[in-house]
Protein backbone atom coordinates (compact mmCIF):
# COMPACT_ATOMS: atom_id res chain seq x y z
CA UNK A 1 0.00 0.00 0.00
CA UNK A 2 1.49 3.80 -0.81
CA UNK A 3 -0.16 6.74 1.33
CA UNK A 4 0.76 9.57 -0.72
CA UNK A 5 1.48 12.84 1.47
CA UNK A 6 -0.21 16.57 1.46
CA UNK A 7 1.59 19.22 -0.40
CA UNK A 8 1.80 22.84 0.38
CA UNK A 9 3.98 25.09 -2.02
CA UNK A 10 5.26 28.35 -0.96
CA UNK A 11 5.75 31.05 -3.58
CA UNK A 12 8.06 33.72 -4.12
CA UNK A 13 6.74 37.01 -5.87
CA UNK A 14 9.11 39.58 -7.36
CA UNK A 15 7.78 43.06 -7.55
CA UNK A 16 10.44 44.64 -9.55
CA UNK A 17 10.16 42.09 -12.13
CA UNK A 18 12.75 40.01 -12.98
CA UNK A 19 14.19 36.25 -12.92
CA UNK A 20 15.29 34.57 -10.12
CA UNK A 21 17.41 31.24 -9.53
CA UNK A 22 17.14 29.96 -6.32
CA UNK A 23 19.81 27.99 -4.18
CA UNK A 24 18.83 26.23 -0.50
CA UNK A 25 21.51 24.59 1.86
CA UNK A 26 19.77 23.15 4.58
CA UNK A 27 20.53 21.48 7.86
CA UNK A 28 18.03 19.38 9.18
CA UNK A 29 18.41 18.36 12.58
CA UNK A 30 15.90 16.36 15.29
CA UNK A 31 14.86 19.92 16.85
CA UNK A 32 15.04 22.99 13.98
CA UNK A 33 15.84 23.23 10.67
CA UNK A 34 18.18 26.47 9.61
CA UNK A 35 18.27 27.14 5.49
CA UNK A 36 20.11 29.47 3.89
CA UNK A 37 18.72 30.65 0.50
CA UNK A 38 20.51 32.42 -2.31
CA UNK A 39 18.79 34.25 -4.89
CA UNK A 40 20.63 35.65 -8.23
CA UNK A 41 18.41 38.01 -9.15
CA UNK A 42 18.64 39.07 -13.27
CA UNK A 43 16.32 41.96 -14.57
CA UNK A 44 17.73 41.56 -17.74
CA UNK A 45 15.54 38.11 -18.63
CA UNK A 46 11.87 39.60 -17.28
CA UNK A 47 11.40 42.56 -19.56
CA UNK A 48 11.18 45.27 -17.46
CA UNK A 49 12.70 48.21 -16.98
CA UNK A 50 16.36 47.22 -16.81
CA UNK A 51 19.13 48.31 -14.96
CA UNK A 52 16.83 49.09 -11.91
CA UNK A 53 18.77 50.76 -8.37
CA UNK A 54 16.81 48.08 -6.09
CA UNK A 55 14.74 45.04 -5.96
CA UNK A 56 11.58 44.62 -4.06
CA UNK A 57 10.66 41.10 -3.39
CA UNK A 58 8.06 38.88 -1.52
CA UNK A 59 9.21 35.39 -0.09
CA UNK A 60 7.45 33.07 1.79
CA UNK A 61 8.35 30.37 4.69
CA UNK A 62 7.16 28.82 7.65
CA UNK A 63 4.75 31.59 10.08
CA UNK A 64 7.42 30.37 12.90
CA UNK A 65 10.36 30.75 11.17
CA UNK A 66 13.26 33.14 13.26
CA UNK A 67 14.80 35.39 10.50
CA UNK A 68 18.84 35.20 11.44
CA UNK A 69 19.95 38.14 8.32
CA UNK A 70 19.36 39.33 5.12
CA UNK A 71 21.43 40.24 3.04
CA UNK A 72 22.83 41.46 -0.51
CA UNK A 73 25.95 42.44 -2.51
CA UNK A 74 25.76 45.68 -0.57
CA UNK A 75 25.25 44.49 2.70
CA UNK A 76 22.80 43.74 5.76
CA UNK A 77 19.21 44.51 4.65
CA UNK A 78 17.70 46.26 7.36
CA UNK A 79 14.38 47.27 5.48
CA UNK A 80 12.35 44.20 5.57
CA UNK A 81 9.12 43.03 7.34
CA UNK A 82 8.19 39.28 8.32
CA UNK A 83 4.69 38.75 8.80
CA UNK A 84 2.46 35.68 8.50
CA UNK A 85 4.86 33.52 6.57
CA UNK A 86 5.47 36.38 4.46
CA UNK A 87 9.00 38.11 4.61
CA UNK A 88 8.88 41.59 2.59
CA UNK A 89 12.18 42.20 1.30
CA UNK A 90 13.82 45.64 -0.23
CA UNK A 91 17.17 45.54 -1.27
CA UNK A 92 19.72 47.86 -0.47
CA UNK A 93 19.74 51.00 -3.24
CA UNK A 94 22.70 51.37 -5.20
CA UNK A 95 23.95 52.50 -8.69
CA UNK A 96 21.36 50.84 -11.37
CA UNK A 97 22.97 47.11 -11.86
CA UNK A 98 21.22 44.12 -14.22
CA UNK A 99 21.69 41.50 -11.12
CA UNK A 100 21.97 41.30 -7.77
CA UNK A 101 22.04 38.37 -5.12
CA UNK A 102 20.02 38.38 -1.69
CA UNK A 103 20.92 35.75 1.10
CA UNK A 104 18.66 34.71 3.43
CA UNK A 105 19.44 32.92 6.41
CA UNK A 106 16.49 31.53 8.57
CA UNK A 107 15.72 29.15 11.31
CA UNK A 108 12.69 26.92 11.49
CA UNK A 109 11.78 25.31 14.75
CA UNK A 110 10.26 22.11 13.85
CA UNK A 111 10.41 18.51 15.99
CA UNK A 112 11.47 15.64 14.19
CA UNK A 113 8.65 13.11 14.31
CA UNK A 114 9.80 9.65 15.14
CA UNK A 115 8.67 7.33 12.92
CA UNK A 116 9.74 4.02 14.80
CA UNK A 117 12.43 3.22 17.65
CA UNK A 118 15.46 5.18 16.01
CA UNK A 119 13.87 6.12 12.51
CA UNK A 120 12.83 9.84 11.95
CA UNK A 121 11.54 12.21 9.17
CA UNK A 122 11.60 16.19 8.99
CA UNK A 123 9.37 17.97 6.41
CA UNK A 124 10.56 20.97 4.85
CA UNK A 125 8.58 23.66 2.56
CA UNK A 126 11.12 25.64 -0.14
CA UNK A 127 10.27 28.84 -2.11
CA UNK A 128 11.16 29.36 -5.44
CA UNK A 129 10.16 31.04 -8.93
CA UNK A 130 7.14 29.32 -11.00
CA UNK A 131 8.92 28.11 -14.34
CA UNK A 132 12.84 29.04 -12.74
CA UNK A 133 15.26 26.61 -11.41
CA UNK A 134 15.75 25.48 -7.73
CA UNK A 135 18.08 23.81 -6.79
CA UNK A 136 19.40 22.74 -3.16
CA UNK A 137 21.04 20.23 -0.58
CA UNK A 138 20.02 18.52 2.40
CA UNK A 139 22.51 18.09 4.98
CA UNK A 140 22.08 15.04 8.09
CA UNK A 141 24.89 12.88 9.05
CA UNK A 142 22.24 9.91 9.36
CA UNK A 143 20.11 10.42 6.02
CA UNK A 144 18.65 7.50 4.39
CA UNK A 145 15.93 8.63 2.00
CA UNK A 146 14.29 11.07 1.06
CA UNK A 147 11.72 12.43 -1.23
CA UNK A 148 10.80 15.69 -3.31
CA UNK A 149 7.19 17.01 -4.52
CA UNK A 150 6.90 18.44 -7.91
CA UNK A 151 9.36 17.15 -10.69
CA UNK A 152 12.40 17.44 -8.90
CA UNK A 153 15.71 15.18 -8.93
CA UNK A 154 17.65 13.63 -6.14
CA UNK A 155 20.54 12.56 -5.99
CA UNK A 156 22.28 11.53 -2.65
CA UNK A 157 25.67 11.07 -1.12
CA UNK A 158 27.71 11.59 1.96
CA UNK A 159 24.77 12.49 4.48
CA UNK A 160 23.19 14.99 1.93
CA UNK A 161 20.41 14.87 -0.83
CA UNK A 162 20.96 17.00 -3.36
CA UNK A 163 17.77 18.17 -5.69
CA UNK A 164 17.18 20.33 -8.56
CA UNK A 165 14.10 21.40 -10.52
CA UNK A 166 11.90 24.67 -11.05
CA UNK A 167 9.58 26.30 -8.40
CA UNK A 168 8.63 25.36 -5.00
CA UNK A 169 9.13 21.88 -3.61
CA UNK A 170 7.98 20.11 -0.53
CA UNK A 171 11.18 18.12 0.49
CA UNK A 172 10.70 15.17 3.17
CA UNK A 173 14.56 13.16 4.52
CA UNK A 174 14.21 10.36 6.61
CA UNK A 175 17.23 9.66 8.78
CA UNK A 176 18.25 7.63 11.99
CA UNK A 177 20.89 4.55 12.38
CA UNK A 178 19.06 0.83 12.18
CA UNK A 179 20.11 -2.39 10.87
CA UNK A 180 21.78 -1.87 7.45
CA UNK A 181 21.77 -4.44 4.74
CA UNK A 182 22.57 -4.19 1.07
CA UNK A 183 19.71 -2.21 -0.32
CA UNK A 184 17.45 -2.07 3.27
CA UNK A 185 17.88 -0.09 6.55
CA UNK A 186 15.69 -1.81 9.22
CA UNK A 187 14.79 -0.51 12.61
CA UNK A 188 13.76 -3.21 15.04
CA UNK A 189 14.84 -6.53 13.70
CA UNK A 190 17.47 -7.56 11.60
CA UNK A 191 16.19 -9.89 9.03
CA UNK A 192 18.42 -12.09 6.27
CA UNK A 193 18.00 -12.82 2.60
CA UNK A 194 16.67 -9.14 1.83
CA UNK A 195 19.01 -8.55 -1.09
CA UNK A 196 16.65 -10.84 -3.14
CA UNK A 197 13.86 -8.84 -2.64
CA UNK A 198 15.17 -5.59 -3.91
CA UNK A 199 17.16 -7.49 -6.94
CA UNK A 200 13.34 -8.77 -7.84
CA UNK A 201 11.90 -5.70 -7.68
CA UNK A 202 14.33 -4.05 -9.69
CA UNK A 203 14.33 -7.32 -11.77
CA UNK A 204 10.67 -6.92 -12.91
CA UNK A 205 10.49 -3.21 -13.46
CA UNK A 206 13.63 -2.03 -15.23
CA UNK A 207 13.49 0.79 -12.10
CA UNK A 208 16.55 1.76 -9.56
CA UNK A 209 16.48 4.21 -6.63
CA UNK A 210 19.00 7.15 -6.09
CA UNK A 211 19.74 6.50 -2.56
CA UNK A 212 21.36 3.06 -1.05
CA UNK A 213 18.46 1.57 1.25
CA UNK A 214 15.03 2.08 2.14
CA UNK A 215 14.82 2.45 6.06
CA UNK A 216 12.10 0.18 7.16
CA UNK A 217 10.48 0.23 10.30
CA UNK A 218 9.17 -3.39 11.68
CA UNK A 219 6.05 -3.37 14.06
CA UNK A 220 4.56 -5.48 16.05
CA UNK A 221 0.44 -5.95 15.21
CA UNK A 222 -0.68 -3.21 17.82
CA UNK A 223 1.45 -0.33 17.05
CA UNK A 224 0.84 -1.00 13.11
CA UNK A 225 -2.61 -1.19 13.55
CA UNK A 226 -2.47 2.47 15.58
CA UNK A 227 -0.25 4.10 13.25
CA UNK A 228 -1.36 2.69 9.78
CA UNK A 229 -4.09 0.19 9.00
CA UNK A 230 -5.37 -2.90 10.24
CA UNK A 231 -6.14 -4.61 7.04
CA UNK A 232 -2.63 -3.74 5.34
CA UNK A 233 1.41 -5.58 5.84
CA UNK A 234 3.00 -2.64 4.97
CA UNK A 235 2.58 0.56 3.79
CA UNK A 236 5.15 2.98 1.52
CA UNK A 237 5.59 7.07 2.44
CA UNK A 238 8.04 9.21 0.89
CA UNK A 239 11.13 7.40 0.56
CA UNK A 240 10.09 4.84 3.98
CA UNK A 241 8.58 1.47 4.70
CA UNK A 242 6.40 0.83 7.40
CA UNK A 243 5.43 -3.33 7.98
CA UNK A 244 4.41 -5.89 10.12
CA UNK A 245 7.41 -7.98 12.15
CA UNK A 246 5.04 -10.95 12.14
CA UNK A 247 4.21 -12.04 8.29
CA UNK A 248 6.83 -15.22 8.41
CA UNK A 249 7.22 -16.34 4.91
CA UNK A 250 5.06 -13.43 3.72
CA UNK A 251 8.02 -11.22 4.33
CA UNK A 252 9.43 -11.02 1.39
CA UNK A 253 6.68 -10.67 -0.78
CA UNK A 254 5.08 -7.96 1.27
CA UNK A 255 8.56 -6.40 1.28
CA UNK A 256 8.87 -6.47 -2.27
CA UNK A 257 5.71 -4.97 -2.51
CA UNK A 258 6.82 -1.79 -0.97
CA UNK A 259 9.18 -1.83 -2.50
CA UNK A 260 7.80 -1.24 -6.02
CA UNK A 261 5.87 1.61 -4.70
CA UNK A 262 9.03 3.50 -3.79
CA UNK A 263 10.55 3.02 -7.32
CA UNK A 264 6.91 3.66 -9.16
CA UNK A 265 7.38 7.24 -7.31
CA UNK A 266 9.66 8.75 -9.27
CA UNK A 267 8.68 7.37 -12.63
CA UNK A 268 5.16 7.96 -12.18
CA UNK A 269 5.62 11.44 -11.10
CA UNK A 270 3.20 12.89 -13.56
CA UNK A 271 0.50 11.10 -12.03
CA UNK A 272 -1.14 13.63 -10.15
CA UNK A 273 -4.76 11.64 -9.85
CA UNK A 274 -6.42 10.42 -6.81
CA UNK A 275 -6.54 6.42 -8.47
CA UNK A 276 -3.83 3.86 -7.71
CA UNK A 277 -4.63 1.02 -9.51
CA UNK A 278 -1.87 1.07 -12.07
CA UNK A 279 0.80 1.43 -8.74
CA UNK A 280 -1.13 -1.33 -6.60
CA UNK A 281 -1.29 -3.72 -9.48
CA UNK A 282 2.32 -3.50 -10.51
CA UNK A 283 3.44 -3.97 -6.68
CA UNK A 284 0.67 -6.70 -6.59
CA UNK A 285 1.70 -8.56 -9.63
CA UNK A 286 5.34 -8.41 -8.53
CA UNK A 287 4.33 -9.57 -4.57
CA UNK A 288 2.50 -12.56 -6.39
CA UNK A 289 5.71 -13.44 -8.48
CA UNK A 290 8.04 -13.37 -5.34
CA UNK A 291 5.34 -15.17 -3.74
CA UNK A 292 5.44 -17.94 -6.63
CA UNK A 293 9.56 -18.04 -6.13
CA UNK A 294 9.76 -17.52 -3.02
CA UNK A 295 6.91 -20.66 -1.28
CA UNK A 296 6.29 -22.67 -4.63
CA UNK A 297 3.37 -21.85 -7.25
CA UNK A 298 1.41 -24.83 -5.69
CA UNK A 299 1.02 -22.16 -2.66
CA UNK A 300 0.45 -18.57 -4.19
CA UNK A 301 -2.94 -17.43 -4.42
CA UNK A 302 -4.94 -17.48 -8.05
CA UNK A 303 -6.49 -14.48 -9.26
CA UNK A 304 -10.68 -14.74 -9.81
CA UNK A 305 -10.57 -18.37 -9.66
CA UNK A 306 -11.18 -21.36 -7.14
CA UNK A 307 -9.25 -21.46 -4.00
CA UNK A 308 -5.77 -23.42 -3.71
CA UNK A 309 -5.38 -26.01 -1.43
CA UNK A 310 -2.11 -28.02 -0.47
CA UNK A 311 -0.77 -30.06 2.54
CA UNK A 312 2.07 -29.36 5.09
CA UNK A 313 3.33 -31.07 7.50
CA UNK A 314 4.87 -29.76 10.59
CA UNK A 315 6.14 -31.57 13.33
CA UNK A 316 5.12 -34.42 12.19
CA UNK A 317 1.20 -33.75 11.71
CA UNK A 318 -0.05 -33.17 8.39
CA UNK A 319 -2.25 -30.02 7.47
CA UNK A 320 -4.72 -28.94 4.65
CA UNK A 321 -4.21 -25.01 4.02
CA UNK A 322 -6.96 -23.26 2.17
CA UNK A 323 -5.80 -20.14 0.31
CA UNK A 324 -8.76 -17.70 -1.21
CA UNK A 325 -8.31 -16.37 -4.03
CA UNK A 326 -7.73 -13.47 -4.80
CA UNK A 327 -10.90 -11.71 -6.21
CA UNK A 328 -14.31 -13.93 -6.98
CA UNK A 329 -14.87 -14.27 -10.55
CA UNK A 330 -18.43 -13.91 -10.44
CA UNK A 331 -18.00 -10.57 -8.87
CA UNK A 332 -15.75 -9.93 -11.94
CA UNK A 333 -18.31 -11.26 -14.41
CA UNK A 334 -21.21 -9.07 -12.83
CA UNK A 335 -18.71 -5.81 -12.69
CA UNK A 336 -19.04 -6.40 -16.87
CA UNK A 337 -21.98 -7.65 -17.14
CA UNK A 338 -23.51 -4.10 -15.30
CA UNK A 339 -21.02 -1.54 -17.02
CA UNK A 340 -19.71 -0.87 -13.88
CA UNK A 341 -17.00 1.53 -14.22
CA UNK A 342 -15.25 2.34 -10.74
CA UNK A 343 -11.85 1.10 -10.97
CA UNK A 344 -11.21 4.59 -12.64
CA UNK A 345 -11.25 5.99 -9.71
CA UNK A 346 -10.05 3.48 -7.16
CA UNK A 347 -7.88 3.40 -4.60
CA UNK A 348 -7.92 0.89 -1.30
CA UNK A 349 -8.64 3.65 1.60
CA UNK A 350 -11.05 5.36 -0.85
CA UNK A 351 -13.12 1.84 -1.73
CA UNK A 352 -12.73 0.18 1.39
CA UNK A 353 -15.81 -2.08 0.42
CA UNK A 354 -13.85 -2.62 -3.12
CA UNK A 355 -10.70 -3.43 -1.25
CA UNK A 356 -9.99 -7.10 -2.39
CA UNK A 357 -11.16 -6.93 -5.71
CA UNK A 358 -9.66 -3.71 -6.71
CA UNK A 359 -6.21 -5.33 -5.63
CA UNK A 360 -7.07 -8.31 -7.76
CA UNK A 361 -8.56 -6.10 -10.50
CA UNK A 362 -5.64 -3.99 -10.66
CA UNK A 363 -2.93 -7.18 -11.01
CA UNK A 364 -5.59 -8.97 -13.58
CA UNK A 365 -4.58 -5.88 -15.66
CA UNK A 366 -1.06 -5.94 -15.40
CA UNK A 367 -0.81 -9.85 -15.63
CA UNK A 368 -3.12 -9.79 -19.14
CA UNK A 369 -0.55 -7.67 -20.51
CA UNK A 370 2.41 -9.92 -19.64
CA UNK A 371 0.36 -12.45 -21.29
CA UNK A 372 -1.05 -10.82 -24.24
CA UNK A 373 2.11 -9.24 -25.50
CA UNK A 374 4.29 -11.83 -23.89
CA UNK A 375 6.77 -9.87 -22.84
CA UNK A 376 8.02 -8.63 -19.10
CA UNK A 377 6.41 -5.43 -16.95
CA UNK A 378 9.98 -4.07 -17.47
CA UNK A 379 9.23 -3.29 -21.11
CA UNK A 380 6.11 -1.54 -20.54
CA UNK A 381 7.77 1.30 -18.61
CA UNK A 382 9.46 2.87 -21.54
CA UNK A 383 5.78 3.77 -22.70
CA UNK A 384 4.88 5.71 -19.72
CA UNK A 385 6.10 9.18 -20.57
CA UNK A 386 3.27 11.86 -20.93
CA UNK A 387 4.08 15.05 -22.49
CA UNK A 388 2.27 17.16 -19.24
CA UNK A 389 1.14 16.13 -15.69
CA UNK A 390 -2.21 13.79 -15.51
CA UNK A 391 -4.62 15.46 -13.21
CA UNK A 392 -7.73 13.74 -13.41
CA UNK A 393 -8.51 9.44 -13.45
CA UNK A 394 -10.45 10.38 -16.70
CA UNK A 395 -7.22 11.35 -18.50
CA UNK A 396 -5.48 8.57 -16.63
CA UNK A 397 -7.62 5.67 -17.37
CA UNK A 398 -7.89 6.92 -21.68
CA UNK A 399 -3.29 7.43 -21.28
CA UNK A 400 -3.40 4.26 -20.04
CA UNK A 401 -5.90 2.71 -22.39
CA UNK A 402 -2.99 3.09 -25.72
CA UNK A 403 -1.25 0.34 -23.67
CA UNK A 404 -3.29 -2.05 -21.58
CA UNK A 405 -6.43 -3.76 -21.91
CA UNK A 406 -8.41 -1.86 -19.41
CA UNK A 407 -11.06 -4.44 -19.11
CA UNK A 408 -9.54 -8.04 -19.22
CA UNK A 409 -11.70 -11.14 -20.11
CA UNK A 410 -14.61 -9.19 -20.61
CA UNK A 411 -16.44 -11.28 -23.26
CA UNK A 412 -20.22 -11.45 -23.85
CA UNK A 413 -20.00 -15.49 -22.93
CA UNK A 414 -19.27 -16.73 -19.74
CA UNK A 415 -17.25 -19.14 -20.82
CA UNK A 416 -14.81 -17.60 -22.91
CA UNK A 417 -14.53 -15.13 -19.56
CA UNK A 418 -13.72 -18.36 -17.85
CA UNK A 419 -11.19 -19.60 -20.32
CA UNK A 420 -9.37 -16.17 -20.74
CA UNK A 421 -9.11 -16.02 -16.64
CA UNK A 422 -7.80 -19.71 -16.82
CA UNK A 423 -5.36 -18.59 -19.48
CA UNK A 424 -4.09 -16.41 -17.01
CA UNK A 425 -3.57 -18.34 -14.00
CA UNK A 426 -1.77 -21.12 -15.89
CA UNK A 427 0.62 -18.88 -18.04
CA UNK A 428 4.49 -19.12 -17.42
CA UNK A 429 5.54 -16.24 -15.62
CA UNK A 430 8.95 -15.56 -15.32
CA UNK A 431 10.13 -13.99 -12.37
CA UNK A 432 13.57 -11.95 -12.73
CA UNK A 433 16.43 -10.86 -10.57
CA UNK A 434 18.82 -7.75 -11.59
CA UNK A 435 22.64 -8.20 -10.92
CA UNK A 436 25.42 -5.66 -11.56
CA UNK A 437 23.52 -2.81 -10.78
CA UNK A 438 24.17 0.74 -8.54
CA UNK A 439 22.31 3.58 -8.37
CA UNK A 440 24.90 5.47 -10.36
CA UNK A 441 25.16 2.71 -13.20
CA UNK A 442 21.47 3.10 -15.06
CA UNK A 443 22.41 -0.18 -16.94
CA UNK A 444 20.69 -3.49 -15.06
CA UNK A 445 21.54 -7.01 -16.30
CA UNK A 446 18.49 -9.36 -15.56
CA UNK A 447 18.60 -12.98 -15.43
CA UNK A 448 15.53 -15.45 -14.71
CA UNK A 449 14.97 -17.36 -11.55
CA UNK A 450 13.92 -21.17 -11.41
CA UNK A 451 10.19 -21.15 -9.85
CA UNK A 452 10.04 -24.92 -9.13
CA UNK A 453 11.77 -25.90 -5.83
CA UNK A 454 10.60 -28.27 -3.36
CA UNK A 455 11.28 -25.77 -0.14
CA UNK A 456 10.98 -22.30 -0.24
CA UNK A 457 13.11 -19.76 0.95
CA UNK A 458 12.26 -18.76 4.80
CA UNK A 459 13.03 -15.29 6.27
CA UNK A 460 13.55 -14.05 9.32
CA UNK A 461 12.59 -10.46 10.69
CA UNK A 462 15.10 -11.09 14.31
CA UNK A 463 18.20 -12.67 12.51
CA UNK A 464 19.03 -15.99 10.70
CA UNK A 465 16.22 -18.34 12.70
CA UNK A 466 13.66 -19.51 10.67
CA UNK A 467 10.18 -19.30 10.35
CA UNK A 468 7.39 -21.28 9.87
CA UNK A 469 6.05 -20.64 6.23
CA UNK A 470 2.64 -19.75 6.06
CA UNK A 471 0.25 -17.88 8.38
CA UNK A 472 -2.96 -18.84 6.29
CA UNK A 473 -4.18 -22.27 7.97
CA UNK A 474 -7.20 -24.42 8.00
CA UNK A 475 -8.65 -24.88 11.75
CA UNK A 476 -9.75 -27.79 10.55
CA UNK A 477 -8.50 -30.50 12.27
CA UNK A 478 -8.25 -28.29 15.36
CA UNK A 479 -11.28 -28.65 15.94
CA UNK A 480 -10.72 -32.40 16.78
CA UNK A 481 -8.03 -31.61 18.57
CA UNK A 482 -5.24 -31.89 16.47
CA UNK A 483 -4.68 -33.98 12.95
CA UNK A 484 -3.92 -37.37 15.03
CA UNK A 485 -6.75 -36.77 17.22
CA UNK A 486 -8.60 -36.27 13.88
CA UNK A 487 -7.96 -39.73 12.37
CA UNK A 488 -8.40 -41.48 15.58
CA UNK A 489 -11.85 -39.93 15.58
CA UNK A 490 -12.99 -40.75 12.31
CA UNK A 491 -11.23 -44.32 12.05
CA UNK A 492 -13.19 -44.81 15.53
CA UNK A 493 -16.28 -44.17 13.61
CA UNK A 494 -15.60 -46.34 10.51
CA UNK A 495 -15.17 -49.18 12.41
CA UNK A 496 -18.52 -49.00 14.57
CA UNK A 497 -20.18 -48.37 10.81
CA UNK A 498 -18.48 -51.80 9.98
CA UNK A 499 -19.68 -53.10 13.05
Not at 7 to 14: G, K
Not at 426 to 449: C, G, M, W
Not at 477 to 491: A, H, P, R, T
Amino acid sequence: MRRHGLILLFFVVLCSGAAAEVFHTVDANTDEVMVNTTLELDCSQAGSNCPVNSWRLSWSIPENSQVISVRDTYGNITDYEFSGGQLDISTNSGPPRKTEKVKISTVVPSEAEEIHEGLFKQEISLAGLPGEQTAGIVQNPDIISGWTSGSFNESFNDGKMKFRGAGSTNIRINFGEGNKTSHYEFFRGNPDNTSLGYQISVGMTGLSKPFDRFPVALMGSEEYEGSVTSWSSGEYVAGSFRMREDLEDRFLPVLVHETVHGLNERHLEWDRTSSSWFDEGTAKYVESMTSRYVNGEEKTRKLFSEDTVYYETRNGTRYRITLPSSGNPDALWSYYQENRSFMKNWNPRRYSSQRDFGYAYSELIVRNYVVNQNRSLRSLYPQLNPDKPIKTNSEKWDFYSRMLELEPCNFESREMFDRCLERINDYNYKVYRAENFSRQNTSIDVEPLEIEQSEPVRFSTVGNVSVDSSKVQSNLFNLFGGFEDFLQDMWGRVDRWIQ
